[in-house]
């Protein structure tokens, strides 16, 4: 049994969504809250403490971190903000020579609901051109496992909701722990983007024909259809799903780590090739400035059937 988690820490794990939850709910704005600024922290000086901001939790106990997205007011939806302290943790967690493994999962009723569409795919025109897409230059979520010196395992710990951005984090981690009856969805299809990388990253690791229809037709899949073409590696029972990712991870830990480590480090290798042919292809078409996506994202926002697409 999981041991329990300081007072400063503790949260209902998953849970299931409410009737009247919308998949893909609105999450406008930027935080507003007052956001400390990320602090620089020894290493050292980590074990049993929450050391991050509020955005970000981090957490070591028995060699093994957890990094909590906390703004589950917005689903965990993906801002610059939150992006930028997801980076941080993950520096973190690559340099705490406390920590061997790391579980990634969200605070909440959903792992994430992705980027967050207010913020990030409704930028002006002006904005896109100058960061190259949707999301500030200095908020990559793409680098949150390719930014590291000591290649240690990352485990997704994921429930509720994974969609579009936060599919695609959970998929880039090492190993996939999911709670029963999670739902997976490629929200690039219905709203006017490439889901070229997603299919990607479902194929690299043996998503087949399962990989394809949901990157062609957006359509939600669950934790148990992945699981039965090895997407994701155990489906845990309700409310078990981050005991059972950091049972994972404490397994992992007690092998030595530099053999471990070799081992991500090639995995993440080959499939860093495999994303970057993909990105560049779809940077290369610009689909975030055409008018379909601009219509798209504001349907969703708005709450409304978007209009005739016009293919441009």
């Given at each position: 049994?999981?041991?329990?988690?300081?007072?400063?820490?503790?949260?209902?794990?998953?849970?299931?969504?409410?009737?009247?939850?919308?998949?893909?709910?609105?999450?406008?704005?930027?935080?507003?809250?007052?956001?400390?600024?990320?602090?620089?922290?020894?290493?050292?000086?980590?074990?049993?403490?929450?050391?991050?901001?509020?955005?970000?939790?981090?957490?070591?106990?028995?060699?093994?971190?957890?990094?909590?997205?906390?703004?589950?007011?917005?689903?965990?939806?993906?801002?610059?903000?939150?992006?930028?302290?997801?980076?941080?943790?993950?520096?973190?967690?690559?340099?705490?020579?406390?920590?061997?493994?790391?579980?990634?999962?969200?605070?909440?009723?959903?792992?994430?609901?992705?980027?967050?569409?207010?913020?990030?795919q409704l930028r002006p025109r002006e904005e896109m051109e100058k960061h190259g897409g949707p999301q500030a230059r200095d908020a990559n979520s793409q680098n949150l496992l390719?930014?590291?010196?000591?290649?240690?395992?990352?485990?997704?710990?994921?429930?509720?909701?994974?969609?579009?951005?936060?599919?695609?984090?959970?998929?880039?981690?090492?190993?996939?722990?999911?709670?029963?009856?999670?739902?997976?969805?490629?929200?690039?299809?219905?709203?006017?983007?490439?889901?070229?990388?997603?299919?990607?990253?479902?194929?690299?690791?043996?998503?087949?024909?399962?990989?394809?229809?949901?990157?062609?037709?957006?359509?939600?899949?669950?934790?148990?259809?992945?699981?039965?073409?090895?997407?994701?590696?155990?489906?845990?029972?309700?409310?078990?799903?981050?005991?059972?990712?950091?049972?994972?991870?404490?397994?992992?830990?007690?092998?030595?780590?530099?053999?471990?480590?070799?081992?991500?480090?090639?995995?993440?290798?080959?499939?860093?090739?495999?994303?970057?042919?993909?990105?560049?292809?779809?940077?290369?078409?610009?689909?975030?400035?055409?008018?379909?996506?601009?219509?798209?994202?504001?349907?969703?926002?708005?709450?409304?059937?978007?209009?005739?697409?016009?293919?441009?």
């Amino acid at each position: 049994m999981q041991p329990a988690a300081p007072k400063s820490q503790q949260y209902a794990p998953g849970g299931k969504p409410p009737e009247d939850f919308e998949p893909g709910i609105r999450t406008a704005g930027l935080h507003l809250a007052s956001t400390p600024v990320p602090r620089t922290i020894p290493p050292g000086d980590t074990k049993g403490k929450q050391t991050m901001t509020a955005l970000v939790e981090y957490e070591v106990r028995d060699r093994v971190a957890t990094i909590t997205l906390n703004r589950p007011d917005k689903l965990n939806a993906f801002n610059d903000d939150l992006t930028r302290e997801a980076l941080a943790a993950m520096h973190r967690f690559d340099l705490d020579p406390e920590a061997d493994v790391a579980v990634l999962t969200g605070r909440g009723r959903a792992f994430s609901s992705g980027a967050d569409v207010q913020q990030r795919q409704l930028r002006p025109r002006e904005e896109m051109e100058k960061h190259g897409g949707p999301q500030a230059r200095d908020a990559n979520s793409q680098n949150l496992l390719i930014d590291c010196v000591n290649w240690k395992p990352v485990i997704a710990a994921v429930h509720g909701y994974v969609l579009g951005l936060a599919l695609g984090v959970a998929l880039e981690c090492d190993l996939i722990v999911a709670e029963e009856g999670t739902r997976f969805q490629v929200t690039e299809a219905p709203r006017g983007l490439s889901g070229a990388k997603y299919w990607a990253l479902l194929n690299f690791r043996g998503g087949g024909s399962l990989a394809v229809q949901v990157s062609l037709t957006g359509r939600f899949f669950t934790a148990e259809e992945a699981k039965a073409v090895n997407i994701i590696d155990e489906v845990a029972p309700k409310g078990e799903y981050l005991a059972a990712a950091q049972a994972l991870g404490a397994r992992i830990a007690k092998n030595p780590p530099l053999g471990v480590r070799h081992t991500v480090q090639l995995r993440r290798w080959e499939l860093k090739k495999v994303q970057q042919e993909a990105v560049r292809q779809v940077s290369s078409a610009k689909l975030h400035l055409t008018e379909d996506f601009r219509e798209s994202a504001r349907a969703f926002v708005e709450k409304r059937p978007a209009g005739a697409f016009k293919g441009r």
